[in-house]
């Protein structure tokens, strides 16, 4: 029997245990039990009380006293008596059943039970000859029958997304993951405590907004109905309508928020995120920069018991961390000068300022399309960022770099600001305020300008705001922290999806409703559809047909993507593949170079003759249909092949603009900056890799899926 027989034979089971528990009359799920301990409460008791044995308990009948409740998570019986394990939220205990206790009736219906049920007990605790601490039971309840099996091996999972998927099996089966999210429960009642103590009131700012604003980010932009209106989901933590806040007499304020931005996700990025954002009155960001050292020392010490932490960096490798304040203050542009010798102040232009980079031999990605302000901050996590390891504070960035923040006194090249760096990571982002209404405006307007010109991450004119400003601001000093980064380094996770509860992810239906009504599984896939001809055969073939190795390598960076996709959807691996590494047979046969047409329909004829099956060669055919004549993409495996032949070309193009020129410096993100410039490798046709959503896959997930596929054969294909 294979594993799904025997878990559709279980739930099957399971199914008709309720409907003879309701035959019976007995409610398999009862609202509520009256419990007198926790599991874990329970057992501190018996550390500290006087316990009666086993034999007297089952001779003479169990007291009854304690009262525990929760999921049975494992059930095993010795004859006349059966122990299992009982798990709450605060943990586990031992329970025993006897059948002299319960009765042979009671003792029998056991059999109704099974792991992963929510039972309640009345008992009494005793202690084993081994030494654990039992509750010896009198009597007890179903409270909730499970209707499916609790995975045997859930710490085994290799299948990442199943654990964000259902999270709640996690929960229930690893109680690291438990912890990890009871700590993240903490850290934030904790930050709220510390600042109760410091004197902020925490407030609620909108999460729709009419304009976007807070950060340069892009907003996701949704439809007031009611109001017939667009308006945009917040990108930060409530920023602007904090200060109008202060504006009109508040004078220390916090929000611990939900933000939104429309923009790449990876480890460490998420489009839905939690932030804490504070702003005061009458500080700058000196007095920010001594908040945040208290701030730490207070939530360390009352979590860990130390300052002293292990923190991993971007490489995922762990290092000792000491956050005992005071931190060192580095200024932003004698870090660059001094790791560099560029002083990044005297070079305002953009290209001159590249032309300097470039005289360092310094190698900053996509630099031709950058900005003052964002090579500025290429060049620092080039070449300073790595080099941050211990807690410190990053301060006086130029302004260009940030269009809320208040001009220094003394230079107004640079703001009054500070990042929080540690271990490479950063932290908190931080300034003095512009409370100027005239310099806000200006600031405003180039922001705008820059948005007018195509950058979607700029911010946009905020009429509301400068009215509020107007009318006059104190002195303000403002913080943001990103909650779901902090309690990834506290916990040593590598991805912030393990810190947040329910990451969001694609739907299980997603797939088929993305893909246009007409788009099939390929049939009978793990089974019964066989590929006609073996890999062998295959590579026979095409070494029979290809000439040049440059177009051998094509075919088998398509057949490694294909056989990654096939192994993403659940398809046969093998006949994907050489689906992949037989789709341009035909295209250094005298003659198809010239003539487009001919493409596809050669290779459907030398494939006929080696029996291959007719659904290979209808794939490989239509992905050159445009020119053929022959049917029209349909099928899952169709679209699947014409994106991945295609994306070869895009991918092998982005390594070769490294000075290494090797796929192991490429991402995910690069080859999708690529995609979007199309004059970039502009034989790959941008439509036919975005075919990949007929399939169900996003660009970001199937570029991930290519990338890593032709990582996998990096030295044999010489990238």
């Known amino acids: 029997m294979d594993q799904n027989s025997s878990l559709s034979s279980e739930i099957q089971e399971r199914f008709r245990k309720l409907k003879e528990l309701k035959e019976a009359k007995i409610n398999p799920y009862l609202d509520s039990f009256q419990r007198t301990h926790k599991c874990e409460e329970a057992l501190e008791l018996a550390k500290n009380s006087k316990l009666r044995d086993s034999m007297e308990i089952d001779q003479n009948g169990a007291n009854g006293d304690i009262k525990v409740c929760g999921r049975l998570k494992s059930f095993r019986g010795h004859g006349k008596l059966t122990f299992g394990q009982l798990q709450d939220f605060s943990g586990m205990i031992q329970i025993c059943f006897s059948e002299n206790a319960l009765g042979k009736d009671k003792y029998k219906f056991l059999k109704k039970l099974d792991i992963g049920d929510f039972i309640g007990i009345d008992g009494e605790l005793f202690q084993t000859h081994k030494g654990e601490f039992t509750v010896f039971i009198k009597d007890y309840f179903i409270l909730s029958k499970s209707l499916r099996p609790l995975p045997e091996k859930w710490h085994g999972l290799k299948d990442q997304e199943a654990l964000y998927r259902q999270r709640y099996l996690d929960l229930a089966m690893n109680r690291n993951t438990m912890e990890r999210f ?77 933000c939104f931005r429309n923009e790449g996700i990876d480890p460490s990025h998420l489009q839905e995120f939690t932030m804490i954002e504070h702003y005061a009155a009458y500080w700058n960001f000196e007095e920010n920069m001594r908040f945040t050292e208290r701030m730490f020392e207070y939530f360390l010490k009352k979590l860990f018991g130390s300052t002293k932490l292990n923190i991993k960096d971007r490489e995922g490798k762990e290092v000792e961390v000491d956050f005992k304040a005071p931190w060192p203050r580095k200024e932003f542009v004698k870090l660059i000068e ?315 193009a982005t390594a070769l603009i490294y000075p290494n020129k090797k796929l192991a410096s490429v991402n995910t993100e690069s080859v999708l900056k690529r995609m979007k410039k199309k004059d970039f490798a502009r034989n790959c046709d941008r439509n036919r890799i975005q075919e990949c959503e007929k399939i169900g896959l996003s660009l970001e997930e199937f570029s991930e899926i290519s990338l890593q596929a032709m990582k996998e054969i990096a030295s044999e294909i010489g990238l």
Not at 227 to 236: F, K, Q, S, T
């Open 182 to 258: 009871i700590f993240r429960s903490d850290l934030v009642k904790t930050l709220r405590e510390f600042y109760w103590q410091e004197g902020f009131m925490e407030i609620e700012t909108p999460v729709l907004e009419n304009i976007s604003s807070g950060a340069t980010a892009k907003p996701f932009i949704t439809h007031h109905n009611a109001l017939d209106i667009d308006v945009y989901l917040r990108i930060a933590a409530g920023e602007l309508w904090q200060k109008m806040a202060i504006g009109g007499g508040m004078e220390k304020t916090f929000e611990v928020a939900r």
């Open 338 to 652: 001094e790791n560099c010798g560029i002083d990044v102040l005297k070079t305002t232009d953009p290209k001159k300022l590249l032309d300097e980079i470039k005289k360092k031999n310094i190698q900053i990605e996509d630099s031709e399309n950058l900005g003052y302000g964002g090579l500025i901050d290429a060049l620092y996590k080039k070449v300073v960022r790595p080099k941050l390891i211990q807690p410190c504070f990053v301060i006086k960035h130029p302004a260009d770099m940030k269009p809320l923040a208040r001009k220094n006194d003394e230079n107004e090249m640079i703001c009054d600001t500070f990042q929080l760096l540690v271990n490479t990571w950063e932290i908190i982002n931080a300034y003095s305020e512009i409370v100027d209404p005239v310099d806000q405006r200006k600031r405003f307007e180039v922001q705008a300008l820059a948005k007018a010109g195509g950058d979607e991450e700029a911010m946009m004119m905020n009429e509301e705001y400068l009215l509020a400003m107007e009318h006059g601001f104190p002195p303000i000093s403002g913080w943001g922290m990103g909650i779901d980064r902090l309690v990834a380094l506290l916990t040593e996770q590598d991805n912030l999806k393990d810190v947040v509860l329910f990451p969001l992810l694609r739907p299980l239906e997603n797939a088929k409703k993305n893909m246009v009504t007409n788009v099939k599984k390929t049939s009978n896939a793990k089974s019964v559809f066989d590929a006609g001809i073996t890999i062998e055969q295959a590579k026979d073939l095409l070494n029979k047909y290809a000439k040049t190795d440059v177009f051998k390598l094509h075919c088998r960076e398509t057949e490694v993507i294909m056989r990654a996709l096939a192994k993403h959807f659940g398809e046969n691996e093998e006949v994907w593949g050489i689906a992949g590494l037989l789709h341009d047979l035909d295209w250094e046969i005298e003659g198809v170079k010239e003539d487009p047409s001919k493409h596809g329909i050669l290779s459907a004829e030398i494939l006929k003759e080696n029996n291959v099956n007719e659904e290979i060669i209808k794939a490989i055919q239509a992905h050159n249909c445009e020119y053929n004549g022959t049917e029209s993409r349909k099928s899952r495996l169709d679209f699947a092949l014409s994106a991945a032949e295609t994306i070869t070309g895009l991918i092998y």
